[in-house]
């Protein structure tokens, strides 16, 4: 009866025409173990989207169960559709300012064109000065989705791999090669998949599932498909010369892996086309021992999973807040341990909100003050104006604009992460406020900006400028007034504004 322990090495694919599996061992080189193969029946699975969970997760998990799967820890691959790649550039910075440099501009800056990401990245290397860092994003709702269809299987899912990544293991293991400007072209029977590499890292993906209906046809790639497809690839070859390097690097290799129909006239026609270029292509029926009677061309991406090692420029989607333990002793050693520093947070909260009463009243007072001030000088200012001003507006201008400046400042306080310190907080112009904040991690810029964009009396937060190294941080903000911004979005005159002006 077969076995698994945490030293083994699985590697899994989820697609829409099924789940495979390999397990692999190393004797004189890697090579699959065991593999298999369930088949999903139709509308399981849409665009890499599922849509019965619940039937899915039965079938597999019998499945599981038929295969000695049970309590097998794997390696799954996210969708090719479901990742997106960014190419990042910052100032040289040790390890842990750099995650919290791309924490930053991830969740503040980077546009993703999905909700809720999770991601990893890798250092490529320095260019000009600048250190160049690849990201890997993917949709949060794909892993979870995934990790409760294996897990309610009888899997546990221990690292989420790129497709790319598992491919160009499973090439080099096969042909000894870097991947420098390689282009791998995967003819897949559900679509065609598209990787272009740069000194080993993918930085470009392209899914081709537009030909899947002639992929399945008895007679494979009709000539005029093989065209379509080669004038597309063209394009992708121009865009990877010309926009992602500005003319400085092309594709100079191509490995084109897969058993689609109609292989052999596609690849015909792309060496004829691209005569400068080294063509390979590759077969993996090698890795799989002939008594199972499956073709291991099938299972290259699950091989290249499984094989795969711990360095640090692998990629892992797997968010470490899904990693859940099954063990519930250790479960109630940590909520034990969570509560007896919940109740020590507590008290020293408590200790030192008394202390800094003082300070905060002695701030609220000159709040108070500067507002007093501003609002007198508004006034005389519209008593010196021309007979033609309006004295109603502007008296109700000043009464709309006034803020509570203990609230105000309670917030502000009471929102600044421990160890942070509000250092200066000013009127910089009519209906905002400026705050300059020290701070002793990175992480708790984009947090205390959050903060400020939910204030009630908030019209928008925006964050200046920052700067500093270590562990200590300052950062700028300007915060609106909640009436100033709308009317100003709105496109009405502030009368006390313009009157100041």
């Not at 597309?232 to 992602?244: C, D, V, W």
């Not at 270029?277 to 009677?293: H, I, K, N, Y």
Request: charge should be negative; proline fraction near 3%; include cysteine.
């Amino acid at each position: 009866m077969f076995s698994f322990s945490n030293a083994d090495r699985v590697g899994l694919t989820i697609d829409q025409s099924g789940i495979r599996y390999a397990k692999v061992k190393n004797k004189k080189g890697w090579e699959i173990e065991r593999c298999g193969f369930l088949p999903f029946e139709q509308g399981h699975i849409l665009d890499d989207q599922f849509t019965a969970l619940d039937e899915l997760r039965d079938s597999i998990h019998s499945w599981v169960k038929a295969e000695k799967l049970l309590g097998a820890t794997v390696t799954v691959a996210v969708p090719t559709s479901q990742v997106i790649i960014r190419k990042l550039k910052f100032d040289a910075a040790n390890a842990r300012e750099l995650k919290q440099l791309v924490e930053l501009e991830v969740e503040t800056a980077l546009h993703l064109p999905f909700e809720t990401p999770v991601y990893d990245f890798i250092q490529t290397g320095l260019e000009d000065g600048k250190q160049q860092v690849l990201v890997y994003a993917s949709p949060l709702k794909w892993i979870q989705q995934c990790m409760q269809l294996l897990e309610g299987a009888g899997l546990k899912l221990r690292q989420a791999d790129l497709a790319s990544f598992a491919l160009a293991r499973a090439v080099q293991q096969k042909l000894q090669t870097s991947l420098e400007s390689t282009m791998l072209i995967h003819l897949d029977k559900a679509n065609i998949e598209i990787y272009m590499f740069h000194n080993g890292y993918p930085v470009f993906m392209r899914v081709m599932n537009e030909y899947e209906q002639y992929a399945i046809g008895e007679d494979g790639l009709a000539p005029e498909v093989v065209a379509s497809m080669n004038a597309e690839i063209a394009r992708l070859l121009n865009f990877y010369q010309y926009s992602i390097h500005e003319g400085e690097s092309r594709i100079t290799h191509t490995v084109i892996t897969g058993s689609l129909k109609g292989r052999d006239r596609f690849i015909e026609a792309f060496c004829d086309l691209n005569a400068e270029m080294r063509v390979e292509s590759v077969v993996f029926d090698d890795l799989t021992p002939s008594a199972q009677g499956v073709k291991g061309d099938d299972f290259r991406i699950p091989f290249g999973l499984a094989i795969r090692d711990n360095k640090p420029d692998v990629i892992n989607l797997l968010p470490e807040r899904l990693v859940r333990s099954k063990s519930l002793p250790i479960r109630l050693v940590i909520a034990g341990l969570i509560w007896v520093i919940g109740v020590a947070a507590i008290f020293i909260m408590y200790g030192w909100n008394a202390a800094s009463i003082d300070d905060k009243k002695r701030q609220a007072e000159a709040l108070a003050q500067s507002n007093a001030l501003l609002e007198a000088e508004l006034t005389n200012l519209n008593n010196q104006s021309s007979s033609n001003a309006d004295p109603e507006a502007v008296i109700q201008a000043i009464v709309q604009n006034r803020q509570d400046a203990v609230q105000v400042l309670d917030y502000l306080h009471d929102q600044l992460p421990v160890g942070a310190l509000l250092q200066t907080l000013e009127y910089a112009k009519p209906g905002s406020v400026a705050l300059t904040v020290k701070f002793a991690d990175m992480q708790h810029i984009a947090d205390y900006l959050t903060a400020l964009r939910t204030f009630e009396y908030s019209g928008g937060a925006a964050l200046q400028g920052y700067s500093g190294t270590g562990e200590e941080w300052t950062a700028r903000y300007e915060m609106k007034w909640k009436d100033e911004a709308e009317k100003q979005d709105n496109g009405e005159e502030v009368p006390a504004a313009n009157e100041s002006e």
